[in-house]
């Protein structure tokens, strides 16, 4: 079974910098493209930033300058370094990647349970 776990999230100031993880665990056999996607309250769920299996990254207009995705394949984690933090950017955080796993013959989509971010003095 296939898990995305993510971390990091939580309360900070405007200007200030937060640091989120995903770890992806369970049987698999590769990890593809790896996101993290973001949904405020009242609006639908957007990309924020991507990244590809050999580290090629995307971002959002909104977040470029400010958002770094990286990703180690040793440890099979993403990370959304985030900085310069506007209140705006609140929403709940969610991970997702494209996996190559044995319980399927096609590379499926697997997402994370969220992580809540809120930026507010």
């Known amino acids: 079974q296939v898990q995305l776990v993510e971390s990091g999230g939580g309360l900070v100031q405007p200007g200030g910098s937060l640091r989120l993880s995903c770890v992806v665990s369970g049987s698999i056999f590769s990890i593809h493209a790896m996101n993290w996607y973001r949904q405020a309250p009242g609006k639908q769920r957007e990309l924020v930033a991507g990244i590809s299996s050999g580290g090629v990254p995307n971002y959002a207009d909104s977040v470029k300058g400010r958002f770094t995705i990286s990703r180690d394949n040793a440890k099979n984690t993403v990370y959304l370094q985030m900085n310069s933090l506007k209140p705006e950017d609140t929403a709940v955080y969610y991970c997702?990647?494209?996996?190559?796993?044995?319980?399927?013959?096609?590379?499926?989509?697997?997402w994370g349970q969220g992580t809540q971010v809120t930026v507010s003095s």
């Open positions: 997702n990647a494209r996996i190559s796993s044995p319980i399927a013959t096609m590379p499926q989509d697997y």
